[in-house]
C-alpha cells in the first residue's frame, strides 16, 4: 500500500472517528446544543473527547438556567453562585463553551442576543506541571530497558512507549492512536495528528529509533500490518500499538502502564503519568535551551501561552542565563577579577569607610 493512501485511509478513519465521537456526544443533548456539537465536529474538527466536554458543561449550564435559549443575562448571572465550589479553570472551560454556544445560535438566528457576551471571565490559574528530575527520568527508562532486555513483546512494546513519551513529547492520545502509516521512513519524524486534526511533523531520536526497531520485530503483523509473529494477535492492524481486542491500545492502559514501571523503578506511581513524561521532555528541552516557539511547535500548542507555563518550571535557569548573559555581568565579573581595578582603600573618615565625615 502507498504511502499516499495510507494517509488517505487515515484521515478517512479520523473523519469517522470525530463523527462516531459527535454521535455519542449527542445522546441526551438537547437539540440546539447537539446542532453546535455537530458544527463543532464538520467546521472545527473537535474530537470526541472535547465535544464530550462541550456536552457535559453546557448540560451542566442547561441544568441550573433550563433552556439555554431562552435564558436571558440575569439567568447566566446566577451560574457563578451555583458553580461556586468548583475550581476557578472548570468554571472558566464551562462558560467558554456557554459563550461558543451562544455565539453559534445567534449566527444561526436561533436567538437574537447573545446573553453570555457580558460574563465575567474567572481568572483561573494554570497549575505547575508536576516534574520528573533528571535522575528519575535515567531510572524509569533504565528500568524500561531492563524490561525490554528479556525480549518478550510486552517489555518490547513497553520501551517504544516510554521513549516516545519522553523522546517526542506525545500526547497519550497521539501516541496510543499512532496509525502505522506515521512511521518515519527517509527521515526520523513521526507525522503526528493532534488536537483538532491539525498535523504535525515530530522529530524521532535515535533511541527511539531504536526501540521501535524492537517492538516492530515483534508486533502483530509487523511493520506492515499484515501476518504476524506474536501470536496473531491485533495483525492485520493499522495501529502501531494494536489492541488484542481490536483497535489500538486504550489511554487507561497506557497510564497503567507507565505507572506499574514507575514503581520497578522506585518512584512514586503518583508522580508518574503519561503527560508527566511530555512535561519532562518539555521542560528539559527548555533546560537545554530549546526555543520557546520551537517547543510550541514540537508539542503541537495552538497558543503558545500553553508553553508559557514551561518558564515558570524553569526558573532557576533562567536566572542563571540572565547572570550569564546580561551585560552588566560582565562588568561585575571584571571588577572582581581585576584586583588592579578595585578601589583602594577608603582613608579614616571617608564615608566608604563607614564614619560620616560632619562633626569633624
Known amino acids: 500500500m502507498s504511502g499516499k493512501l495510507a494517509g488517505r485511509q487515515d484521515e478517512t478513519a479520523q473523519d469517522g472517528a470525530r463523527q462516531a465521537g459527535a454521535s455519542a456526544a449527542f445522546a441526551g443533548s438537547s437539540r440546539p446544543v447537539a446542532a453546535f456539537l455537530e458544527m463543532m465536529a464538520a467546521e472545527r474538527g473537535a474530537a470526541a473527547n472535547t465535544l464530550a466536554a462541550y456536552a457535559r458543561d453546557l448540560a451542566a449550564a442547561e441544568a441550573v438556567v433550563g433552556d439555554l435559549l431562552a435564558a436571558d443575562e440575569d439567568d447566566l448571572a446566577g451560574l457563578g453562585e451555583a458553580w461556586i465550589d468548583l475550581a476557578a479553570s472548570s468554571v472558566a472551560r464551562r462558560l467558554s463553551a456557554l459563550r461558543q454556544f451562544m455565539a453559534f445560535a445567534q449566527e444561526e438566528g436561533l436567538r437574537e442576543d447573545n446573553p453570555a457576551a457580558t460574563l465575567a471571565r474567572p481568572r483561573a490559574r494554570r497549575p505547575l506541571p508536576r516534574l520528573l528530575t533528571h535522575e528519575e527520568i535515567d531510572r524509569f527508562l533504565d528500568t524500561a530497558e531492563a524490561e525490554a532486555a528479556g525480549g518478550t513483546p510486552e517489555g518490547l512494546r513497553l520501551l517504544a512507549l516510554v521513549e516516545l513519551l519522553y523522546g517526542s513529547g506525545l500526547r497519550a492520545s497521539e501516541l496510543v492512536g499512532l496509525p502505522l502509516a506515521a512511521l518515519p521512513r527517509d527521515v526520523p519524524f513521526l507525522a503526528v495528528t493532534g488536537k483538532g486534526g491539525q498535523q504535525r511533523l515530530v522529530p524521532v531520536s535515535t533511541r527511539a529509533l531504536a526501540a521501535l526497531r ?6 502483530p503483523g ?12 491485533g495483525g492485520g492492524s493499522r495501529f502501531l500499538f494494536p489492541s488484542p481486542r481490536g483497535g489500538h491500545l486504550s489511554r487507561v492502559r497506557l497510564f497503567q502502564l507507565v505507572r506499574e514501571l514507575a514503581v520497578k523503578a522506585g518512584i512514586d506511581p503518583e508522580k508518574v503519568s503519561p503527560h508527566v513524561l511530555r512535561h519532562a521532555f518539555a521542560t528539559h528541552l527548555l533546560e537545554g535551551g530549546a526555543d520557546l516557539r520551537v517547543l510550541q511547535t514540537l508539542l503541537g500548542h495552538a497558543d503558545i ?26 562588568c561585575q565579573s571584571a571588577r572582581q577579577n581585576d584586583p588592579e581595578g578595585a578601589p583602594e582603600a577608603a582613608p579614616e573618615g571617608d564615608p566608604q569607610n563607614g564614619h560620616s565625615m560632619r562633626g569633624h
Open 222 to 233: 509487523g511493520s506492515n500490518g499484515g501476518g504476524g509473529n506474536a501470536g496473531g494477535k
Open 214 to 219: 524492537g517492538w516492530l520485530a515483534v508486533r
Open 305 to 330: 501561552a500553553t508553553t508559557e507555563i514551561y518558564t515558570h518550571v524553569d526558573s532557576a535557569r533562567l536566572v542563571e542565563l540572565v547572570n550569564a548573559r546580561h551585560p552588566l555581568s560582565d
